[in-house]
């Protein structure tokens, strides 16, 4: 009998393992790595200049990196209890599904997946490139198609290590992230130093607002908050988070005070090393810096630097796919992009959509007119999200909220968003209102494929054929397990 349970538990057991599914295999640790390994790209490393520059002085850019690390701890924990009251993955497009309905749903997954996306993917990998190729050709310039082609084999790398297995791309999250944050702590060590032995000049009169302009502010808010944007990455993955209620709030925290303390102290470090003037003239502050403070290990930090960018790469292709994921699964995009791997247990065609995007942009150049604009749509989304969490605790007061996060901050966080999308209008009008033009490119689509769904017969069966094709070529499934 004792025999007979046996091999009907062995068996129960094989054929779980052989259901296409995406499994929980994400624990607190990798959680936490992957929540700092997005955040920590190249920010830090290339936006203290714009947050100088729109600032004014010294004192003000460290307030503002500070208030930029409050603010996303506020966003992060509005989105802790997204997680927890809607288990599904897919982030901001799940909880615009869930709250506000499927036309905002769609907009931010039709303008995440078009231009955000790709633009951010093209932006970040080139700064990998660029970091890689430059230090073999200082003080020389390096010539810009070797590095387009790193680049792309970064892109590529990453590509393949997602596609390849989920507990691959978490490991290799954890290693990059373990390695950015040795480089954070080797800008600060000299800098605390240097600031202990007394070198505070730079810090003296460092909240002169002579050359302060409100409409400036903005923009150095928009490059603090670029700098620590990545935090809603978690969100993305919900369905492979063990234990997420306990799990998304804790490393969250975890992860958003630590890149918080971590951002302003290197902050310090630059200002204790360089003058104000130096930081503005300089286009690779950590480079400057190392050159200033660590002669001995100059030559280490820009590969420390492209490292953390292909960390942030790594967050990026590993979360964003499964947005798309999720609304391929709701009937937003084409079902293809809603299968998975039958072998690898990875959502492959998600996961591929967006290579040659990347790709196409690196090559083309299109990055940095896209990356003006990405800023105010990415933020505008993010505000209707918590604002969709208000109106739902509101409409449904009973729904089970395992992490419930203060009113006051959920209201602070959502009020600042919509202040910072306002500000943008004015500061940039042109930039934004391109934005918002091609959000609402997608609102046409929107009622042709999905609310009617009015595509001519012949396209359909066209279609059809090229999915099934693509689905043989690709050895991918529909998910045969629900995991939300």
């Known amino acids: 009998m004792d025999g007979t349970q046996m091999k009907k538990e062995e068996g129960d057991k094989k054929a779980e393992e052989e259901v296409v599914h995406l499994r929980r295999e994400i624990t607190l640790l990798p959680a936490v790595s992957f929540i700092i390994g997005t955040v920590v790209g190249s920010g830090i490393f290339i936006a203290p200049k714009g947050v100088l520059m729109n600032s004014g002085s010294v004192g003000l850019s460290l307030l503002v990196w500070a208030l930029c690390g409050v603010l996303s701890l506020f966003g992060a924990l509005c989105y802790a209890e997204l997680g927890t009251s809607f288990t599904k993955s897919g982030g901001h497009y ?39 190729v430059e230090t073999f050709f200082a003080p020389c310039a390096a010539p810009a198609v070797l590095i387009k082609l790193v680049s792309i084999l970064g892109v590529t790398f990453v590509v393949a290590v997602n596609c390849w297995s989920v507990t691959m791309a978490s490991r290799t999250q954890v290693t990059l992230t373990f390695i950015k944050m040795f480089a954070l702590v080797l800008i600060i060590i000299p800098g605390v130093i240097a600031l202990a032995k007394g070198k ?145 247990q990875t959502p492959l065609p998600a996961v591929l959509f967006l290579y040659p995007l990347v790709v196409l942009m690196l090559i083309t150049g299109e990055i940095y007119q896209l990356i003006n604009f990405a800023s105010f749509a990415r933020w505008f989304f993010i505000a209707l999200a918590t604002l969709g969490m208000l109106i739902h605790r509101y409409r449904f007061p009973l729904h089970p909220r395992p992490f419930k996060v203060p009113l006051v901050i959920a209201i602070t966080f959502t009020v600042v968003c919509f202040f910072i999308v306002g500000l943008s209008l004015y500061s940039d009008p042109w930039n934004t209102g391109r934005s918002c033009a091609l959000t609402l490119t997608g609102v046409p689509v929107y009622y042709v494929t999905v609310y009617r769904y009015r595509l001519p017969h012949r396209w359909r069966r066209i279609f059809n054929y090229c999915s099934k094709q693509l689905q043989i070529l690709f050895e991918v499934a529909q998910q045969e397990v629900k995991t939300y």
């Open 94 to 132: 799940t909880y615009l599904l869930e709250t506000l309905g499927p036309l905002p749903a769609f907009l931010r997954l039709w303008v995440e997946f078009l231009f955000i996306r790709p633009a951010v993917a093209s932006y970040v990998s080139l700064a990998f490139g660029r970091y890689v």
């Open 200 to 344: 505070t000049e730079n810090f003296q009169n460092g909240f002169e607002v002579d050359s302060l302009t409100l409409d400036r502010l903005p923009l150095a808010f928009y490059n603090g908050l670029y700098a620590y944007g990545g935090w809603f990455y978690l969100n993305f993955v919900t369905e492979e988070v063990i234990n997420p209620n306990r799990t998304i709030p804790l490393a969250i925290i975890c992860s958003m005070v630590t890149v918080t303390v971590f951002y302003v102290l290197v902050n310090v470090a630059y200002y204790t090393m360089m003058t104000p003037a130096e930081l503005l003239l300089s286009d690779a502050v950590a480079v400057t810096f190392a050159n200033r403070a660590l002669q001995g290990l100059a030559s280490l930090i820009p590969i420390l630097v492209a490292l953390s960018c292909l960390g942030a790469l790594n967050g990026g292709f590993f979360g964003s796919p499964r947005m798309l994921f999720v609304g391929a699964r709701e009937g937003h995009w084409p079902p293809i992009f809603s299968m998975i791997h039958i072998r690898r």
